[in-house]
């Protein structure tokens, strides 16, 4: 091997347990105890605040300049408030996706995205 390939081998051994550990040490320090309630209560929200972080990040900036664009993307804008209003109703997460992808492809059509 030359070092070329060493080193990407290297990467691909540390990505692995950096993505492998925070999966493995909580299931082992949790498999032998019992998760408290509030514990429990507090990660329902993780998922939503995660979800949330993402899409507000892509429909209010600009991805090439990381700017702040306002009400510039009004389709990506009334994509996701459609989609948030499916999503509550129907608590799909599948409807939703596709939904939101079919409502920024029409959406775009008509506003700038």
């Avoid at 990381?66 to 608590?91: E, H, N, P, Q």
Wanted: with cysteine; glycine share 4%; charged share 15%.
């Amino acid at each position: 091997m030359n070092m070329s390939t060493m080193d990407h081998f290297i990467l691909i051994l540390l990505s692995m347990l950096v993505a492998f550990g925070p999966r493995f040490i909580p299931l082992r320090i949790f498999s032998t105890r019992e998760i408290p309630k509030w514990f429990n209560e507090w990660m329902k929200y993780v998922p939503v605040s995660l979800f949330t972080a993402l899409v507000v990040k892509d429909v209010f900036m600009d991805t090439k300049t990381y700017t702040f664009v306002g009400c510039d993307y009004m389709a990506k804008i009334l994509a996701s408030v459609l989609v948030a209003i499916v999503a509550y109703r129907s608590r799909s997460m599948g409807l939703s996706v596709v939904l939101g992808l079919v409502a920024v492809a029409l959406l775009a059509m008509a506003f700038p995205i």
